[in-house]
């Protein structure tokens, strides 16, 4: 489940950020205004996400992507 | 200049010098994977020549830009131009996104013997077929085989440095965006602070990579360390030297502002970096997500 959300908010990110670039393209005082805004909501977004990943892997939601092995046993 | 005209500049001579810089620098580079002792001067001369070229020509440009010579069908040659540029920036890092995807969920499986070893069968005694990078829990152990393993704990801990390093790029995310929020209500003095303070996270970034990479190299993790070794220093080096791109940038605009080269509602070149620095922050985090977590 906390990956499913975790990558819901990478794709909001990713529409977000896609926006700011639309809006750049079209410029003048709208596009200037459209990016801007857009460019905020990917930077609360993107703090979101870390602090999700962040207390996700304090509860142990999420596990770090390292294999943790006992050389003794391994051959 | 009239609205109804394109801008067409006069005859130049950076393209010749641009082409020039980048067959030496080839040509050095080639040289230099062969071996030859002279690669390595060749290749700093033909980077010195792409500098040079980038200097003059961005100079012109801005010159050309600042005397009024631009109109609005120029600003929107250029903001095509930049979202070009974007486009295959987009596609290149989807590129080892994809590679690093692929490697993980197909490839790595299938030598392991997925899917009843219908791709293939186990390659040889003692194989494993892991994704991750492996932390042996007791360093400087010896396997059963009286293989030495070299590899200490917690080789790539997610929660230390790459875990700071997400921290100090979204946090530039933060500076830039109140830099931008200054420049359209046209306060110079903060978008110059917040500048700095961006220009600073992005160098601290830096140099934590750098002190990242020290470690990974040192306890054993190369480009050479199978697929994962691979992938993980392509992702990770390209988007340093992206950052790297991103300060160079940031300092360019930061002079620019000082000169007073933009106002409230004309700052494209502003605009056109900010999205590259968010651009690269975005790939980051993805990054530490993919690579570092899930």
Redesign the interface.
């Known amino acids: 489940m906390t990956q499913v959300v975790i990558i819901v908010v990478i794709i909001a990110i990713l529409i977000a950020l896609g926006l700011g670039l639309l809006g750049m393209l079209k410029g003048g005082s709208a596009g200037s205004d459209k990016m801007f805004k857009s460019l905020v909501i990917r930077v609360v977004l993107s703090l979101f996400l870390f602090i999700l990943v962040m207390f996700a892997a304090f509860m142990g939601w999420i596990e770090p992507n390292v294999v943790m092995m006992d050389a003794s046993t391994l051959k | 200049m009239n609205e109804q005209e394109y801008y067409v500049p006069s005859g130049t001579y950076w393209p010749i010098i641009g082409s020039i810089g980048v067959a030496t620098l080839f040509v050095g580079f080639a040289n230099q994977m062969h071996g030859a002792s002279w690669g390595g001067s060749i290749m700093a001369l033909g980077f010195a020549i792409l500098v040079f070229m980038m200097f003059g020509w961005f100079s012109q440009v801005v010159k050309e830009s600042t005397s009024g010579m631009y109109n609005s069908q120029v ?2 040659s250029f ?2 131009g ?2 070009w540029f ?1 486009f295959s920036e987009v596609m290149f890092f989807a590129a080892f996104f994809a590679a690093l995807f692929y490697a993980r969920q197909l490839s790595v499986p299938w030598l392991g013997g997925a899917d009843n070893n219908m791709f293939t069968p186990e390659l040889w ?2 194989f494993r077929a ?1 994704w ?7 360093p400087g ?5 009286g293989t030495a ?1 070299s590899v200490p ?7 230390g440095l790459p ?1 700071l390093n ?2 100090l790029l ?1 946090l530039s ?2 500076t830039l ?1 109140f830099a ?2 200054a420049l ?1 209500a046209g306060h110079r003095n903060k978008i110059i602070s917040w500048l700095v303070a961006t220009i600073v996270l992005g160098v601290l970034f830096l140099g934590f990579q750098i002190t990242e990479y020290g470690h990974a190299y040192h306890d054993g993790l190369k480009l050479t360390s199978g697929i994962y070794g691979s992938t993980f220093y392509m992702l990770t080096g390209f988007h340093g030297f992206h950052v790297t791109v991103g300060v160079l940038m940031l300092t360019v605009i930061l002079y620019r502002v000082q000169k007073g080269h933009f106002s409230a ?1 004309n700052h ?1 070149g502003f ?2 970096v ?2 590259y620095w ?2 690269v ?2 790939v980051w ?2 990054l ?2 993919f ?4």
């Open positions: 600003d929107r903001r095509w930049m979202s974007i005694d003692g892991t991750q990078q492996i932390a042996f829990n007791t152990a010896t396997l059963q085989s393993v704990t917690q080789l790539v801990d997610a929660w875990a997400t921290a979204l995310g933060v965006t931008h929020h359209r509602d494209f605009e056109g900010a999205w968010h651009f922050d975005v985090l993805g530490f997500i690579v570092y977590w899930l």
